[in-house]
């Protein structure tokens, strides 16, 4: 069984590829602005974690989607709590329930164009596939793409891959039926989760969705109380530096309802909501809210975009 030890290990590499390649897919658009110093920390953690990796043992192998066996991927995936390390950072290999959303929500029109935005090892992307829809899956780290194109077999016709860093990539306007991020957004200062929401908004067509899960502010350990951008967890803690990189931003859902409205989505009050993620480290658990997952919608008809005041549909939500 995998328990929170091995939760923990397998965050190592969580922001390995949003940090290792942003220079690479960033320098041809930005090499005219000077990166702030939050990113630059994120590519020297990349770095270590690089050479991490290159020294794992047969055990730590064993755990790591590189060297995931598919008939291993099988068995972990009855697993509940099983954790496997992917390039940024830990993935279930159960669906979530606001990946089980997303895919109800394709299920509702045949030939869906998708995008998984961080897909990792593919376990929402393939079951996607699976619902017939047509994927582009988004990864930072090439090795896990083409495992993913390996595992999508006879299904591959249907699948396409955008190498590089959200949302620094070539993605088609008005054209995806629905978008998957899942743990990926609360790696970002404010300034790039409001350029993503707005790159997701302006690729979905309308009346598409976009669904979102994000650690929170209320984490427990010495993350107590701590709400925003934190742009060296070394300084906080070394080994949740070494787990999951050197940044967080740590929101409520009040926070994220406000990026949503601004990007100009309608929120569907009714499916956001918090929760724990099976397998959780208990030394960083608190109260139940440790995670959240909030699902915008794109009007049918988006001739301005609307004022926030009129992007909510309400409904109760535990505070």
Request: aromatic share 10%.
């Amino acid at each position: 069984m995998y328990n929170s030890a091995v939760f923990l290990n397998a965050t190592i590499s969580l922001t390995l590829a949003i940090f290792e390649c942003y220079s690479t897919f960033s320098h041809a658009s930005h090499h005219h602005k000077k990166k702030p110093e939050w990113m630059r920390a994120q590519e020297r953690w990349a770095a270590e974690r690089k050479k991490e990796r290159e020294a794992m043992t047969p055990e730590e192998r064993a755990a790591c989607a590189y060297f995931l066996e598919e008939n291993n991927l099988q068995k972990l995936k009855s697993d509940p709590g099983a954790r496997i390390k992917v390039s940024k950072g830990f993935e279930s290999l159960q669906l979530s329930h606001y990946a089980k959303e997303f895919l109800l929500f394709t299920g509702e029109s045949p030939n869906t164009v998708v995008l998984d935005i961080g897909c990792g090892v593919g376990i929402v992307s393939r079951a996607a596939l699976d619902w017939g829809c047509t994927v582009v899956a988004n990864e930072i780290d090439i090795g896990l793409l083409n495992l993913l194109n390996i595992r999508a077999g006879d299904k591959r016709e249907r699948l396409s891959t955008a190498l590089g860093p959200f949302p620094d990539v070539n993605i088609k306007p008005n054209h995806f039926g629905a978008i998957y991020a899942g743990a990926i957004f609360h790696f970002f200062d404010d300034v790039t989760i409001t350029r993503g929401l707005k790159a997701c908004f302006d690729a979905l067509v309308p009346g598409g969705k976009l669904f979102v899960t994000v650690a929170t502010k209320f984490l427990g350990g010495k993350l107590t109380g701590l709400h925003g951008f934190i742009p060296n967890l070394r300084e906080i803690d070394s080994k949740l530096y070494e787990t999951y990189g050197p940044t967080l931003n740590l929101l409520e859902m009040k926070d994220w309802e406000r990026f949503f409205m601004e990007a100009g989505f309608v929120v569907e009050g009714e499916k956001r909501g918090y929760f724990v993620p099976e397998g959780f480290p208990e030394e960083l658990k608190l109260d139940g809210n440790e995670y959240l997952g909030i699902v915008g919608r794109k009007r049918l008809i988006t001739r301005h975009r609307p004022g926030p005041s009129s992007n909510f549909e309400s409904a109760d939500l535990p505070r």
